[in-house]
């Protein structure tokens, strides 16, 4: 019985599959599987909640609910910017968490098929490469494919790097 | 057979629920009537129609283990309530039926785990049946052939075989050789025979009297286990379920034509035997109110199922019940007090919204009472503790229950037993001391133990007292010294502050561990079960007179009143319950210490200050004291001040758990939409104070 339960799933995933939210963080266009966006909110009023890492930049109140928002720009070190009219919360929801993701702006959902992805290159350079996991030619641009597991869990290891 | 398990889930569910409430109350019966010495009819009635349920449900969901122990007990009981028996060996019958109880009780938590329900029941069958000749031999009863058991219709879960007369039937002659030294193959032999009945229209065995008779197990070591039956199931499936059998040595399987010789004879005895099940059974009907012997009076027996009108409801569906209850909590707060009503003068509304205020205050009362659950279960529960330990240790002991009917959340009575269960282990073994010093310090030889709760404004009270030697005070302060615990000397900690010690981990003073204590563990697990539910434990001993411990439980957990205060532009709680008063300070009052650390004077005593917007690192413009408030806020032990830009006000708020990504801060204790939808954090007194 849990096999057909299981395969149920899976044609319900297909319809989802290969379809990536795109939004843009300064002057990188990155890509977010659809299935894990909940919705899309503007931004709003943020409660600061004390000791948390500064990309963490408190809690919203999302119609009773309470979710904890992420800043994408200091997740990725880069120069903070104001927020204005058109910047987005993405709440994203895997595993069970729920948070909510602080963009610049969305732009829209596209097809991005299997082949058009090739695994991130091995730079150790790179910040947030580690996030990536992997990048989406679509025409003649090319999307950063977040993970977002590595997004959320990867806390752990910052916190001691902060500290080293 | 077990392939349908979704389709079975409600059935399977219902049948644990029953089952632990049955062997719950089976314990109860059990323990109240071996300190009464005397098992009523009353009681008797009740054992035998508990044993008999469990019986039928759990050979109805192929629980064979524990349908064989459940009858073999229920023997033993018919045999009490028949024969009128006058010498009863209390201790070794409630032993043997609280390990027939234990047996279940893990069985069916091997089952609502999703395990499979493999515990051997053999060897307390195999006691029950010893328990039971004895006691026949004991009370001169002639030992009958008590052989209509094999004829006892269990109910089967899949229609019976009797029907399907019309399938083709075929005999078959199975010889079973167990491996030597496997002991007691005739329960083995007995349950052979118990699975093999679902699928035979008709069997027969040779030896035929298997549990009875201790001659039948010789009898199957020397010539195997003989049976004859006949079948519509194949061969293949038979000799798969013999195959599967437990120390089988060698089978023998033949499909045959007509039984062997052995069995017609057996067949021919069989037939006469089943005249007389009919008059068996009238005696079953009798209600023997004759029976005068050890049954005099009927004790009390405490039925801990109320027989009130109860219905059952899934937790979840509370649950949401009280989230729903919450939130509209919340909304009429944001109705009533919304800002674009501000300065408008309403008086008709005004009044409404007050009727809308008392309404929902009343509606959050009775669902707040739906989840009260009366304590007495988990007190009832510590009965077959205290039985067991005082047997154990030689000590005799009373356990005293007060207020039993003291209501408190279901959340809390799951929560407290682990820590009574430790709480009065401890009394046991530490507390009381044995009889005979008991009697030299010239206490009742007979320990006693108090169980009370109580209920004391917003509080649930839970106190565990014991009349035993009481805390060493000296000793404990060594210990803790010893391991580094403390550093101010004896006299300045008081008694309160070293006992207290005894609730950190790895804390004991046992020279040596033993079966129940001297790991230092249990209290700590006491402490962080009340800590987990917000609730406070305080100890007081006299030395030589005993110990007392009193847990403090707050009643609501979700909806909390709080005081709203302003550290910047951010709101912050406090709840109500920790606020000892408020006031604005003086320039002078202020006193620094050496360390730079903040000191205030009241009355005489100094209360440290911590400031907000410093420990949570907030912007704001009011940094001078005599700009600010102060809030004198206490926990558990100490108190301390808490200064604040201003207050807002009081207000009742539902408490929302942090979301669990965002590692929890210390001295935030959760968080709360306030009336126009912003956030307001909860302070958590104990962690602030605790920096």
């Given amino acids: ?123 150790k350079a790179g910040f947030h490469n580690r996030y990536v996991r992997g990048i989406g030619k679509v025409g003649n641009e090319v999307k950063l494919l977040l993970d977002c597991d590595k997004l959320l869990n990867d806390d752990e290891l910052d916190k001691i790097a902060e500290i080293v | 057979m077990s392939g349908d398990g979704i389709i079975r889930e409600p059935m399977l569910e219902i049948y644990l629920f029953e089952a632990t409430q049955l062997m719950e109350q089976l314990e109860e019966i059990s323990i109240e009537c071996e300190k009464n010495k005397k098992i009523g009819t009353e009681a008797i009635n009740e054992i035998f129609r508990i044993m008999h349920t469990i019986k039928s449900s759990s050979a109805m969901m192929m629980f064979n283990n524990i349908s064989v122990l459940a009858h073999s007990l229920e023997d033993l009981f018919y045999f009490i309530r028949e024969s009128k028996a006058i010498n009863i060996d209390f201790e070794k019958l409630f032993d043997l039926v609280l390990l027939g109880i234990d047996f279940i009780k893990g069985e069916v938590s091997k089952i609502e785990n999703d395990c499979n329900a493999d515990g051997l029941s053999e060897p307390l069958v195999l006691k029950s049946s010893n328990l039971l000749q004895d006691m026949k031999k004991a009370n001169g009863v002639i030992i009958k052939d008590d052989c209509q058991e094999k004829k006892e219709d269990t109910k089967y879960y899949i229609s019976a075989y009797e029907k399907l007369g019309s399938e083709i039937k075929q005999k078959y002659f199975a010889r079973i050789f167990y491996e030597d030294g496997c002991e007691m193959e005739n329960v083995r032999a007995y349950t052979v025979v118990h699975n093999l009945k679902e699928i035979v229209s008709e069997m027969y065995h040779i030896p ?12 199957i070591r020397r010539d195997g286990f003989l049976i004859g039956f006949s079948t519509s199931t194949s061969k293949e499936k038979i000799e798969e379920q013999l195959n599967g059998i437990i120390f089988l040595r060698e089978l023998e399987l033949q499909q045959v034509e007509e039984y062997p010789l052995e069995f017609k004879a057996l067949k021919a005895k069989i037939q006469i035997i089943l005249e007389n099940p009919i008059t068996e059974e009238t005696i079953y009907k009798e209600t023997p109110d004759k029976l005068d012997t050890n049954k005099e009076e009927v004790g009390n027996i405490i039925k801990s199922g109320k027989q009130q009108s109860i219905i059952s409801v899934n937790i979840s569906k509370l649950d949401m019940l009280l989230d729903l209850v919450g939130e509209i909590v919340i909304s009429e707060a944001m109705v009533t007090k919304n800002p674009d009503l501000e300065g408008l003068t309403l008086e008709n509304f005004n009044k409404a919204s007050r009727q809308l205020r008392k309404l929902t205050n009343e509606l959050q009362d009775v669902v707040m ?72 310090s010239s206490k009742p030889p007979m320990g006693k133990i108090t169980l009370e709760a109580k209920n004391a404004g917003g509080d649930v009270f839970i106190i565990v007292s014991d009349d035993g030697r009481g805390l060493d005070r000296g000793k404990i302060y060594e210990k803790a010294k010893f391991q580094g615990l403390v550093t101010k000397p004896e006299g300045e900690l008081t008694d309160k502050e070293i006992f207290s010690c005894i609730l950190l981990p790895g804390f004991s003073t046992n020279e040596s561990v033993t079966e129940f204590s001297g790991r230092g563990v249990g209290m700590d697990v006491v402490k962080k079960n009340i800590d987990s539910i917000g609730g406070a434990i305080s100890i007081e001993s006299v030395v030589g007179r005993g110990s007392t411990i009193s847990i403090k439980i707050p009643l609501t957990l979700a909806i909390i009143d709080g005081l709203e205060v302003a550290v910047g532009t951010s709101k912050y709680t406090i709840p109500i319950t920790s606020i000892r008063e408020s006031f604005k300070p003086k320039e002078n009052d202020v006193i620094a210490d050496s360390e730079g650390n903040e000191m205030i004077m009241i009355r005489g005593e100094a209360y440290a200050i911590h400031r907000l917007h410093r420990i949570f690192n907030i912007d704001t413009e009011v940094i001078s004291s005599n700009n600010g408030i102060m809030v004198m806020v206490e926990d558990n032990t100490k108190a301390a001040c808490l200064f604040v830009d201003s207050l807002i006000g009081e207000q009742q708020v539902v408490v929302k758990a942090l979301p669990t990504y965002i590692k929890k801060a210390k001295g935030i204790a959760g968080c709360t939409i306030l009336g126009d939808g912003n956030i307001s954090l909860i302070i958590d007194v104990n962690g602030i104070l605790d920096r």
């Fill in chain 1, 1 to 123: 019985m849990a096999e057909i339960i299981d395969e149920t799933i899976e044609t319900s995933e297909d319809t989802q599959k290969g379809k990536f939210l795109t939004f843009s963080v300064g002057k990188e266009a990155y890509g977010i599987e659809i299935k894990f966006v909940t919705e899309i909110i503007g931004i709003q009023e943020i409660t600061e909640v004390p000791e948390l890492p500064d990309y963490v930049k408190g809690i919203i109140n999302l119609r009773g609910k309470i979710i904890p928002v992420i800043d994408v720009r200091l997740r990725f070190r880069k120069e903070p910017k104001q927020y204005n009219d058109r910047t987005c919360i993405v709440v994203i929801n895997i595993k069970e968490t729920t948070v909510g993701l602080i963009v610049d702006n969305v732009a829209e959902v596209i097809n991005i098929d299997d082949s058009n992805i090739v695994p991130p290159p091995q730079i």
């Fill in chain 2, 208 to 219: 035929e009297d298997i549990i009875e008779s201790d001659d039948s197990v010789e009898a």
């Fill in chain 2, 369 to 440: 009472s739906i989840r009260m659950v009366p304590v007495s279960t988990t007190f009832h529960k510590m009965n077959r503790i205290v039985r067991d330990m005082s047997k154990k240790l030689n000590k005799e002991v009373e356990l005293v229950i007060i207020g039993e009917d003291t209501e408190v959340d279901k959340n809390i009575i799951d929560h407290i037993s682990d820590p009574l269960m430790h709480l009065v282990r401890n009394s046991l073994d530490h507390g009381l001391e044995d009889k005979e010093e008991r009697i030299a």
